[in-house]
């Protein structure tokens, strides 16, 4: 059983920094890309940032220059640093990760979510 565990969520003033994580755990064989994704109140769920294993990332527009997106593939683990937080990155922030339990066998996880509010 893959499960896809998200931490470092919360309330932040804007300007300020917050940084997620989201540990791969279970049956895992190989992990390609692995991402972020956000869904605010109203709005449908939109790319944040993602990364391949090898280190090439891409970034939405709205984030660029802010957010950075990193991995440790030796922990199955993906990092997203996100600094001069406006009110506009209010949203639960999902992870996912296109990963494969068994050879031949890949498909994309994704986590439960963790809510960041940027509000003063």
């Known amino acids: 059983q893959v499960q896809l565990v998200e931490s470092g969520g919360g309330l932040v003033q804007p300007g300020g920094s917050l940084r997620l994580s989201c540990a791969a755990s279970?049956?895992?064989?190989?992990?390609?890309?692995m991402g972020w994704y956000r869904q605010a109140p109203g709005k449908q769920r939109e790319l944040v940032a993602a990364?391949?294993?090898?280190?090439?990332?891409n970034y939405a527009d709205s984030v660029k220059g802010r957010f950075t997106i990193s991995r440790d593939n030796a922990k199955n683990t993906v990092y997203l640093q996100m600094n001069s937080l406006k009110p506009e990155d209010t949203a639960v922030y999902y992870c996912?990760?296109?990963?494969?339990?068994?050879?031949?066998?890949?498909?994309?996880?994704w986590g439960q979510g963790t809510q960041v509010t940027v509000s003063s």
């Open positions: 996912n990760a296109d990963l494969a339990a068994r050879p031949g066998s890949p498909r994309r996880y």
């Open positions: 279970g049956s895992i064989f190989s992990i390609n890309a």
């Open positions: 990364i391949t294993s090898g280190g090439s990332t």
